[in-house]
């Protein structure tokens, strides 16, 4: 049995340097790219944001692409910051726990390639085929 004394959960700090290695390791035609997306780390999603989504449960949302997708962006959009990655730390956490068995470094990466999909502006089925991959 593991001796859990004096072990803590990963902070935020330490998800977000496991999403940037994942980034790291995209091939070269995406790195470019996802090298231009922020990656930010919360404990959990806003409520306006769950609200917005029709999610009751802050645990159902591990991250989340806020931005305008490569395919829709144009020369007259005035970004107001860079396109972010946000994972969110608990729920992430959550999934880890319950799902045994995988490493939190593939958890996250998975996590990141999904919303990064969304950045390169890959439709839905194309993102579903990613997910039904990991599952």
């Known amino acids: 049995?593991?001796?859990?004394?004096?072990?803590?959960?990963?902070?935020a700090a330490e998800i977000e340097a496991l999403a940037h290695q994942a980034v790291a390791s995209l091939p070269t035609r995406f790195a470019g790219h996802a090298k231009d997306v922020a990656i930010r780390v919360a404990e959990f999603a806003p409520e306006d944001v769950l609200d917005e989504l029709q999610i009751d449960d802050p645990f159902e949302l591990t991250g989340l692409y806020d931005g305008i997708p490569m395919t829709e962006k144009s020369i007259a959009d005035q970004p107001g910051g860079p396109d972010v990655?946000?994972?969110?730390?608990?729920?992430?956490?959550?999934?880890?726990?319950?799902?045994?068995?995988?490493?939190?470094n593939e958890l996250i990466a998975h996590i990141v390639v999904h919303e990064l999909a969304h950045h390169f502006g890959w439709s839905d089925e194309q993102i579903a085929r990613i997910d039904q991959w990991w599952e």
Do not use: H, K, N, Q
């Open 1 to 11: 049995m593991t001796d859990w004394e004096g072990v803590s959960a990963p902070d």
């Open 85 to 104: 990655v946000w994972l969110f730390r608990r729920p992430i956490l959550d999934e880890w726990a319950s799902r045994g068995g995988v490493a939190l």
